[in-house]
Structures are given as structure tokens and as C-alpha cells.
């Protein structure tokens, strides 16, 4: 029955009729057009309610020397000191936070400003044949309270991050740029 047909003067505002609704395999029945506007109402709320609570996040970046950037940069650091075997610091040019979501984009450096020395780690030969670039991409997610990498690559000469709001289900917005 439409909704048209509910609210016409021959019938009034509370036409008396069972209307079956069908959500996948099972059927829900109906009395009355209160019920069916209490449902509707209560959908509306609900998604109502999710707009809200999604637009109310949005990508943002964590202000220099604050608790939850010291957090970020110390995971991602941890992680990317064992890849290199040795200490570096980021020069970060990207830095978006989203719920539990953050990536980072930037190159690794030593604490004097300098690219690291890739000469004994995996990534020797890459840079030896002219395939590196000096730049770290990180994705992190916040699980029970503490961040963790989900993922680093070093070195990519193109944008090797493009994928991973798919490949890892994260908000699309996270990152400066995706397929």
C-alpha cells in the first residue's frame, strides 16, 4: 500500500489494515498508519542520530607537543627505527588523525637533518639503482587506548598509500590522496 493511498480523505489519518513489511527473510506485520509513522520516526532518529555522530568527525591534525602526536610519531618511530637499525626523526608533511585512524607522510631523517644511511638495511640496493625516495608513509590505528602500525613503507617513488583506505577499510579522507 502507498503512502499515498494512507493518507487519503476516504480513509483518514488511521486507516485500519495490516501492512507487511519485508526486511530479508523475515516479515513484520503492522496494525494501523500510527504504527507505521512510529517506525518511520524511529529509523529517521536513528539515522539522524549517525549523520551527527560521523559529521561530528572530521580529519585533523594533532597540534605540535601534544600528548597524541608524541603517541603517533613515537609508534610509527619504534617501528621504523627496527626496519632501518638506526635512530631517525620525521619531517612530516602530512598528518591526519580520523577516530582511530592516523597517517602520516614525511621522510625519515637523523637528528642532524639528514637522509638515514641505507647502505645495511634492505632497502641498499633500491637506492644504489636510482628506485628511492626518501619518504616514509604511515598508517596507524588506535587499539585499546594505544597507537600501532598497521603499516610503513620507506622509500616509494610513487603514491604507494592509495589503496589502503580499501585495503584496510580506514575513512577515505584520511589520506591527501586515493583511487
Known sequence: MSWNRLLTRDQGFAPRFTEKLCFSDSTVSFRGYAAEVSMARTIFL?????????????????????????????????SVERDLKQPVVFA????????????LAGSPQTAGGKA?????????????????????????????GKW??????IGCTDV???????????????FPYTE
Open 160 to 174: 604507494c598509500y592509495a589503496t589502503w583506505w580499501r585495503d584496510f577499510r580506514t575513512p577515505k579522507n584520511l
Open 116 to 144: 638515514p644511511d641505507y647502505r645495511r638495511t634492505k632497502y641498499a640496493d633500491a637506492v644504489d639503482s636510482g628506485a628511492f625516495d626518501n619518504n616514509i608513509f604511515g598508517l596507524l590505528k588506535r587499539t585499546a
Open 92 to 103: 612530516v608533511e602530512h598528518f591526519n588523525v580520523f577516530g582511530n585512524w592516523a597517517f
Open 46 to 78: 536513528i539515522l539522524f542520530a549517525f549523520t551527527l555522530t560521523t559529521a561530528a568527525q572530521s580529519v585533523r591534525t594533532p597540534e605540535k607537543g601534544s600528548a597524541e602526536r608524541k603517541a603517533i610519531l613515537g609508534a610509527l618511530r619504534e
Open 148 to 153: 600501532r602500525v598497521v603499516k610503513h613503507l
